[in-house]
């Protein structure tokens, strides 16, 4: 599949990142299926999306039509055969766990057309292994977005062993095609390469909370304003999900080990189900969670 071909885009999962995925897509022109398990999911996928276009709207970044037009653009899903059915690309955004992947992986093979290219959305997963579940694996990536999708600029285009180097140019021509700036990550390692330096600093955030050397406060004061970082490493954890962090790093130090070793205060947490501003409540509390707030 050549970029040129590309027309429509599926996108699985309608969570912080899968919307704010769509969102992108729909605003550079594309028809975008938004598919999710459950109505309740897709529906607040996309009402997030429609607070996102107001909000920029609001900010006059985008004209009312603008907003409109790419809300028109977004058809919000249950059925998967409907959501891939007649995909050009399937950006794949469901939760960080290599079996509920590879499950999906299945089911979409079964239904997407064949030229279809598959771009997982994975923050550290193997994309060799996750390719090796469908029968293209030459037509298989990672397309990594950074949250919030419609306000990072970044996108990590990675490599999987059998990747094609025509899937990655499409993948690559693809982000600049959503506004994006994509760097080719040649090789598949455990993280890439953002989160293989990001998680672990939010992982010693914790070390030094729970080992009482620091507050949150304090971390978040020196991370932020003496460092100069938009968001400190406590708001940053709450903002992209305590279990996502929590995932990778599990993942990364069963293939890596070193400084990889989740924090038991992040174990806490993600068992409580405070995840962050996503769940109403991580570090901090939020009012009314869903996921859009800025601490
Ligand atoms: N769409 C539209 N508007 C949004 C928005 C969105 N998705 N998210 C926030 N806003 C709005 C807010 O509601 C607020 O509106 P208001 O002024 O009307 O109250 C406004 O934007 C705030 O905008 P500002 O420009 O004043 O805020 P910032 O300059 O702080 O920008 C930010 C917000 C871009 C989120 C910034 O804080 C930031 O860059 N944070 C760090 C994010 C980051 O590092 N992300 C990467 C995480 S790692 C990752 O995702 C990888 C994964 O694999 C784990």
């Given at each position: 599949?050549?970029?040129?071909?590309?027309?429509?885009?599926?996108?699985?999962?309608?969570?912080?990142?899968?919307?704010?995925?769509?969102?992108?897509?729909?605003?550079?022109?594309?028809?975008?299926?938004?598919?999710?398990?459950?109505?309740?999911?897709?529906?607040?996928?996309?009402?997030?999306?429609?607070?996102?276009?107001?909000?920029?709207?609001?900010?006059?970044?985008?004209?009312?039509?603008e907003a409109e037009?790419?809300l028109d653009r977004?058809?919000?899903?249950?059925?998967?055969?409907?959501?891939?059915?007649?995909?050009?690309?399937?950006?794949?955004?469901?939760?960080?766990k290599m079996e509920?992947?590879?499950?999906?992986?299945?089911?979409?093979?079964?239904?997407?057309?064949?030229?279809?290219?598959?771009?997982?959305?994975?923050?550290?997963?193997?994309?060799?292994?996750?390719?090796?579940?469908?029968?293209?694996?030459?037509?298989?990536?990672?397309?990594?977005?950074?949250?919030?999708?419609?306000?990072?600029?970044?996108?990590?285009?990675?490599?999987?062993?059998?990747?094609?180097?025509?899937?990655?140019?499409?993948?690559?021509?693809?982000?600049?095609?959503?506004?994006?700036?994509?760097?080719?990550?040649?090789?598949?390692?455990?993280?890439?390469?953002?989160?293989?330096?990001?998680?672990?600093?939010?992982?010693?955030?914790?070390?030094?909370?729970?080992?009482?050397?620091?507050?949150?406060?304090?971390?978040?004061?020196?991370?932020?304003?003496?460092?100069?970082?938009?968001?400190?490493?406590?708001?940053?954890?709450?903002?992209?999900?305590?279990?996502?962090?929590?995932?990778?790093?599990?993942?990364?130090?069963?293939?890596?080990?070193?400084?990889?070793?989740?924090?038991?205060?992040?174990?806490?947490?993600?068992?409580?189900?405070?995840?962050?501003?996503?769940?109403?409540?991580?570090?901090?509390?939020?009012?009314?969670?869903?996921?859009?707030?800025?601490?």
């Amino acid at each position: 599949m050549d970029f040129e071909d590309i027309d429509t885009v599926a996108v699985l999962g309608a969570g912080n990142m899968g919307h704010g995925i769509t969102e992108v897509a729909a605003l550079a022109g594309y028809d975008v299926r938004m598919r999710d398990i459950e109505d309740e999911f897709v529906q607040d996928g996309y009402d997030s999306i429609e607070w996102s276009l107001d909000k920029l709207a609001e900010k006059d970044q985008i004209t009312e039509e603008e907003a409109e037009a790419a809300l028109d653009r977004v058809t919000p899903l249950v059925d998967l055969e409907e959501a891939v059915g007649d995909a050009d690309v399937v950006v794949e955004a469901v939760p960080e766990k290599m079996e509920i992947k590879k499950d999906v992986y299945t089911d979409v093979e079964e239904h997407a057309p064949d030229e279809a290219i598959f771009a997982t959305n994975t923050s550290s997963l193997s994309i060799t292994e996750l390719s090796e579940v469908t029968e293209r694996p030459e037509q298989f990536c990672g397309m990594h977005f950074f949250n919030p999708p419609v306000r990072m600029q970044l996108v990590e285009v990675i490599s999987g062993a059998h990747t094609s180097d025509e899937t990655l140019d499409a993948v690559e021509e693809l982000a600049e095609a959503f506004g994006k700036t994509p760097v080719r990550v040649r090789k598949d390692s455990p993280g890439f390469i953002v989160n293989r330096i990001a998680v672990p600093q939010m992982n010693e955030a914790a070390w030094l909370v729970s080992e009482d050397e620091a507050t949150i406060a304090e971390v978040d004061a020196t991370t932020k304003h003496d460092m100069g970082l938009p968001m400190g490493a406590f708001e940053l954890s709450d903002y992209v999900g305590l279990d996502v962090s929590f995932d990778v790093l599990e993942y990364v130090n069963g293939e890596l080990g070193r400084a990889y070793e989740p924090c038991p205060l992040l174990r806490e947490k993600v068992e409580a189900e405070e995840f962050g501003t996503k769940s109403g409540k991580g570090f901090y509390d939020y009012d009314g969670g869903e996921g859009v707030q800025i601490p």
